[in-house]
């Protein structure tokens, strides 16, 4: 379509943009509004979306349905997090969050492979137009089953009371202002590492003023008698703070693994586009195998999984970086395949990782503000990859006059470091909370 660089930026950029501006809006408006309703909305809006850029032909248009397809995402995911926490509990609720890393693992694994069978299958020009339209079927069944299936307690109640003839509250108490300034101290924190542009690092400067606002505004919503958008005593509850900051910073480093060997690999070594997944898959499966093995022992051993998930995932980091080496040069000592092996450590980490802390910090959120609360862990997470990725592969790129090795080897020694930084939290985390299950309530 004539995409510019920058317009490949902003096609990429834009979209977890406004994933992670939706983010704790959406889980407030599930909350409230009910979130079945809310996830269908944003399959529908995502779905929409992706009819419409499979059919594109001028790159305006395509930024402009790649934010429309981050809003569609961005409603729809707080409320997985929202419906798991409200009707499961105990061991139930830790194997429903492991089925849903199992989920994403699986998702992980499919989708680089399907979109590099279908360019390589139907061309450049027809394969990427292809990678979008095959989310219609899939967002079609995901509405239909979604219309059958899901409880829609809150919307059904409403309906109920109507009809009796109870007083049902016309205006929603969504907290608009407390969403506003959210979402600007987001976009303040996450545009300037998207935009690589040295003047955007000024919006920086107002993250303080906008966050002293943020909470202010919160505190004197709450005491005037209304509902805030975030709780802030959601930050008093341990077991949810220590794992969201524990995810930060785990996003911050691991979701860069194979933004950098799918650039080493294609524009170093010289490999397809489809090598890139293959090397992948393996790590995808384990972490999948990792994420329902988690789930089951995470209310007895979560937080020690959580420190030997960091151990492994460093071990396979600094294999990968020693492998890396014997893949260099005219004479190779290793395929570049071999890098499969070591990443397998990484999925098992990486697997038992994001079950353990997506279960941890929900044990102790109570089911009204289950949507919130995760919303809130995401954005953590989305403003840790954000930032991850522009860090990482500054460093890559810095490093890439020695050689493509020397700044794989730069740019992975970064996500060590970030790693080892996540292992000390982690271990720090289980010496203040221990691995039972945490007794505080938010009152």
Known sequence: IGASNSDVQLMLSGYALAFGLVLVGAGRAGDVLGRS?????????????????????????????RIVQGVGAGLATPQVNGMIVQYFHGQRRAWAFSLFGLVVSVSVAIAPLLTGLLINSLGPNIGWRASFLWNVPIGLLTIVLGARWLPFGPERRRRLAKRRGEFVPTRLDLDPLGMLLLSLIVLAVM?????????????????????WAWIRWERSYATAGHDPMVNLKLFEIRSFTHSTIISGVQFLGATSIFVVIALHLQDGLGAAALAAGIVGLPNAVASAISSLWSGRHVITSGRTIVIWGFVCSIIGLVAAVAMSWLMDGDTPVLHYMWLSMP???????????????????????????????????????????????????AVLFSVLPISWTAGFTAAFGVIIVLQVV???????????????RSLQKLS
């Open 191 to 211: 545009l300037p590492f998207m935009l690589h542009s040295s003047s955007g690092f000024l919006l920086l400067l107002a993250v303080p003023l906008l966050s």
């Open 422 to 436: 996540g292992l000390v939290l982690a271990i720090v985390d289980k010496r203040m909370l221990g691995d039972g």
């Open 343 to 393: 990443l397998i450590l990484c999925g098992i980490g990486i697997g038992a990782i994001n079950t353990c802390n997506q279960a941890l910090s929900q044990e102790d959120i109570p089911a009204n503000i289950g949507g919130t609360a995760g919303a809130v862990k995401q954005v953590a997470e989305r403003i840790g990859t954000a930032v991850g990725n522009a860090m990482i592969t």
């Open 37 to 65: 309703s809310v996830f269908l909305a944003g399959v529908a809006l995502f779905t929409l979306a992706s009819l419409v850029c499979a059919t594109i032909s001028e790159p305006q248009w395509m930024n402009a349905m």
